[in-house]
């Protein structure tokens, strides 16, 4: 069973710096799919921030593609989310999930995790 | 971007009740389209993709029809467990992939 886990800091200052991690169990990050990192904030719909396959090829979202940097540690089966210059803006919840894609079907988000809530503010 | 658009943004439904929701894209997306059920507190989970195609273990009450910019989820007998929010997503093309607004299912 593929099972998602994010970890974070919980509270971020403005103008700092978000970092979250996920933790895959249950599947090796290296089989094959992009993995990918979504937020949303209160009352909203999800918003797709960025993917990242295990060589460490990715796809950000171009609205925060300055501020974020995606990387993978295929030894510890996990996936980061680092988030620049964050604002009250960037208060969410965030998800890390499984991008899983055919070239029938293209890409769905068929494995979440649990969610981690980022809030931003001094 | 490709900007999706869920009607309504809300309904009041009963038990039994047959319920649809729309989704619109802004441009052609081909079949490239996701639903997803929201329950309060919980992560999006995955309930059709590529437009009809049904998730495993996903009650097959739950459909998905469309193609190109218009799309519809129908719940064929509203059951307790499907009062939730209901988002689509689109996957065509190169990214940003892109989310609805959602469609909350409410108890009449």
């Known amino acids: 069973q593929v099972q998602l886990l994010e970890s974070g800091p919980g509270p971020v200052k403005p103008s700092e710096t978000l970092s979250l991690t996920c933790t895959v169990s249950g599947f090796s990050i290296t089989s094959g799919n992009y993995w990918g990192w979504i937020r949303q904030s209160p009352g909203k719909g999800p918003e797709w921030i960025g993917s990242i396959f295990h060589t460490g090829s990715t796809y950000h979202n171009p609205s925060l593609q300055s501020r974020v940097t995606i990387s993978v540690d295929t030894s510890k089966n996990q996936i980061s989310l680092r988030l620049r210059s964050v604002t009250a803006a960037d208060t969410a919840m965030y998800y890390c999930a499984r991008m899983y894609f055919d070239i029938s079907t293209s890409y769905y988000f068929d494995y979440w995790g649990q969610g981690t809530l980022v809030t931003v503010s001094s | 971007d490709i900007q999706m658009t869920q009607s309504p943004s809300s309904l009041s439904a009963s038990v039994g009740d047959r319920v649809t929701i729309s989704c619109r894209a802004s441009q052609y997306i081909n079949k490239f389209l996701n639903w997803y059920q929201q329950k309060p507190g919980k992560a999006p989970k995955l309930l059709i993709y590529?437009?009809?195609k049904l998730q495993s273990g996903v009650p097959s009450r739950i459909s998905g029809s469309g193609s190109g910019t218009d799309f519809t989820l129908t719940i064929s007998s509203l059951q307790p467990e499907d009062f939730a929010t209901y988002y689509c997503?689109?996957?065509?093309?190169?990214?940003?992939?892109?989310f609805g607004q959602g469609t909350k299912v409410e108890i009449k």
């Open positions: 997503q689109q996957s065509y093309g190169s990214p940003p992939w892109t």
């Open positions: 590529a437009a009809s």
